[in-house]
């Protein structure tokens, strides 16, 4: 997939793809600026912001205070969210909002 996006930069399917195929294996941190491109080049693209959110939420608590402004700003944008789908984001970031703050490394 890495030629791929090296040789199709501008193909934002591909690179979400690769994006959550990242997050799938665990590597959720390399798949956020991917995401982040993404929406970037395609800032109508709502579900994109949904996965820059779930990408960041996955990367840790390290990564908490941006997987919030990222669900918020999904949640945003997409004022006309199918109720299902507006309810998965608000019960991320509640969960989110209640999880303890990452402590400072020693």
């Known amino acids: 997939a890495g030629a791929a996006l090296a040789t199709d930069a501008d193909?934002?399917?591909?690179?979400?793809?690769?994006a959550r195929l990242?997050?799938?294996v665990g590597r959720?941190?390399?798949a956020v600026p991917l995401l982040q491109a993404v929406v970037a080049a395609e800032p109508h693209w709502v579900?994109?912001?949904r996965e820059v959110a779930l990408a960041l939420e996955a990367a840790g608590p390290a990564h908490r205070a941006e997987a919030?402004?990222?669900?918020?700003a999904f949640v945003e944008r997409a004022p006309r969210l199918p109720e299902e789908h507006r309810r998965q984001a608000?019960?991320?970031?509640?969960a989110l909002r209640?999880?303890?703050?990452p402590s400072a490394p020693d």
């Open 11 to 18: 193909d934002q399917v591909l690179r979400a793809r690769h």
């Open 22 to 24: 990242l997050v799938r």
């Open 28 to 30: 959720a941190a390399e």
């Open 47 to 49: 579900n994109a912001r």
């Open 68 to 72: 919030i402004a990222a669900w918020e």
């Open 90 to 94: 608000e019960a991320h970031l509640a």
């Open 98 to 101: 209640l999880a303890p703050a």
